[in-house]
């Protein structure tokens, strides 16, 4: 369990290769490291839960490729990163809860095609990402709460939702 490890350590600028192959939860476990500028971890592969994992490290401009493959839980895990442009995540097709997960990421200007496809709930997931000029056509068929999903992405060069992008099991779309 590495929940809270390092929360508010604002002072922290990096974070050295080390791999976690053999825990958890990391919930918090970044939270508010407002001065990480590089995170080099290698593995996480099963960690289930990375609720608010890295929320609000605002200098944080790359998140490197790490294998998320357990992941479940991801809600608000890099809300408020707003120094990040560019997001190399991989393995994330575990994942059911991405609410608020990128949540005001106002650097990203682009969103890879990553899959996402056991998600269910994003509601609030690219909210307020207004630097976001494109998304791509993305597997999200098993999604039901698209609540606010991509409100604020108001971008001008964010002219067009992608065709192609699956959002059949959708009930809720307020």
Known sequence: NLSNCWLD?????TFP?????????FQYAWYRCTSLTSFLVTDMSSGTNFTYAWASCTSLDTFPAIPLTAGTNFSSAWRSMTSLTSFLATGLDSGTNFSYA???CTSLATFPAIPLTA??????A??????LTSFPALDLSSGTNFTQAWFGCNNVG???FPAGIDLSSGTNFS
């Open 9 to 13: 350590c604002t002072s922290l600028t």
């Open 17 to 25: 290769a080390i791999a976690f192959t053999a825990n958890t939860d």
């Open 158 to 160: 964010f002219t067009s």
């Open 119 to 124: 998600g269910t709930n994003f509601t609030n």
């Open 126 to 131: 690219w909210y307020g990402c207004t630097g």
């Open 102 to 104: 990128w949540f005001g």
